[in-house]
């Protein structure tokens, strides 16, 4: 097997490497490509990842280019973790946001709009040299908006095999394993629905065993306790479902606008002196297993989904992992064509979504809106298409009012400018 990262200089790719090093008998994995555009960062990660297989005893080499179509020849699977404009465009998003006050997140509301647009394009481009360099590969996506650039994949490069992945409704399955001292969290069957960072959960079962009853009552007794729950205790028990993290920015909006309002260093630059930390560590000769310093960065068990997912097409296994793609004919009176994250059964040929039962009717609005938003920006994104993104902005439910929108859309683009060269 031959792997390619895109990203590979992100300070992920270590975890992704320790992914392959568990599991590489079982992949035949045999070459692992690590692409960047940035080349010093690529020396530094790659130079690191290469001290964790060599202590491994080798088992597979690791390559590491600015080169993609090298990497892209032959591959198997590709992996993309990119960000398009780097740290300091997620603090733009956020900066934007703080100037409107409206949310400003790297994945959601104005912020996840500007990160989509610049990075749809780059996606696009790498899976349509997929499609002459490793035709029968598998893009796997990490890069955010994890659901949304998937939509724009399976919607505009349909012949190129795609799937989004994201590391949220793993966390979900690891509480409910811990709950129940699982060592697998793919033991752990969710009842889960709805987009990626906008998921609801119905029922959970522990090797086939309904314990949904008992994992409810317990989020409930948690919630009682925190101060900053997505939604109140008593709200949860009213409504029966557990409303996933990202749901905070839909349901507590003016909370997160205070946040923002209060000055305090973005989300973005928090991270870039956790990546600076990280990659300092990285340089130190001696390191060759994970530091502990990765954890704050973020986006933790990536490895767990990712390498389980490749295994899983490879091997053809026919396990359950909620993934985003498109819902074919799973969930009622949904298109068929929406990509959605729900549980799949995945094998050699890919995705089987798995029958759901549709979102109860106060998700099932939200879910519809945010779903407008996302086809019409992926379609902005791939055209250039100023209408289409101001249409995107009034569908989205966190968007600008519009007697703002034309000023918000043009501060957007402007801010962006470098990485949109579509829009110019």
């Not at 709009?113 to 996506?141: K, S, Y």
């Not at 026919?318 to 498109?326: E, K, V, W």
Request: negative net charge; glycine residues 10%.
């Amino acid at each position: 097997m031959k792997v390619a990262t895109i990203g590979g200089g992100s300070t992920y790719t270590p975890e992704l490497v320790q992914g392959f090093l568990a599991r590489h008998e079982r992949l035949e994995l045999k070459e692992l490509w690590l692409v960047d555009i940035a080349a010093e960062r690529l020396d530094t990660v790659g130079g690191f990842a290469r001290r964790m297989v060599a202590t491994a005893g080798n088992p597979f080499q690791v390559h590491l280019t600015t080169d993609r179509a090298r990497a892209l020849d032959g591959a198997d699977f590709v992996t993309t973790q990119i960000r398009v404009g780097g740290m300091a465009a997620r603090r733009g998003d956020e900066y934007l946001g703080r100037r409107w006050n409206l949310v400003g997140q790297e994945t959601t509301g104005i912020g996840g709009m500007a990160n989509a647009l610049r990075t749809i394009p780059v996606i696009a481009g790498i899976a349509r040299e997929m499609q002459t360099r490793c035709p029968d590969a598998w893009l796997i996506n990490f890069a955010n908006p994890s659901g949304l650039v998937t939509e724009a994949l399976q919607r505009y490069v349909p012949s190129t095999h795609s799937i989004g992945l994201c590391n949220g409704p793993i966390g979900y399955q690891m509480a409910v394993a811990r709950m129940y001292d699982e060592a697998d969290p793919f033991a752990v069957e969710l009842d889960y629905l709805g987009l990626n960072h906008l998921g609801w959960i119905r029922g959970a079962r522990v090797h086939g065993r309904d314990v949904w009853a008992e994992v409810l009552e317990r989020i409930i007794a948690r919630d009682a306790e925190e101060e900053d729950a997505v939604v109140p205790a008593a709200v949860t028990r009213e409504l029966g479902v557990i409303c996933t993290s990202y749901l905070h920015y839909y349901y507590n909006t003016n909370k997160v606008l205070a946040e923002q309002r209060k000055g305090e260093p973005s989300r973005a630059e928090r991270v870039m002196a956790i990546e600076g930390d990280l990659l300092k560590r990285y340089q130190e000769p001696e390191l060759t297993a994970l530091p502990a310093e990765l954890m704050a960065r973020g986006g933790a068990y990536y490895s767990t989904v990712a390498v389980q997912l490749i295994q899983a097409i490879a091997g053809d296994l026919g396990q359950t992992h909620i993934i985003n793609t498109r819902q074919g004919t799973a969930v009622p009176g949904v298109p068929a064509d929406w990509v959605m994250e729900l549980p799949c059964r995945v094998g050699a040929q890919g995705p089987e979504p798995l029958s759901a039962e549709p979102l109860p009717t106060f998700a099932d609005g939200l879910m519809r809106a945010v779903k407008s938003y996302e086809l019409l920006t992926a379609e902005a994104a791939l055209t250039g298409d100023r209408s289409l993104a101001l249409q995107a902005l009034l569908a989205h439910p966190l968007g600008p009012d519009a007697d703002v929108a034309l000023d918000v859309l043009t501060d957007m683009l402007e801010t962006n400018r470098a990485h949109l060269p579509l829009f110019f």
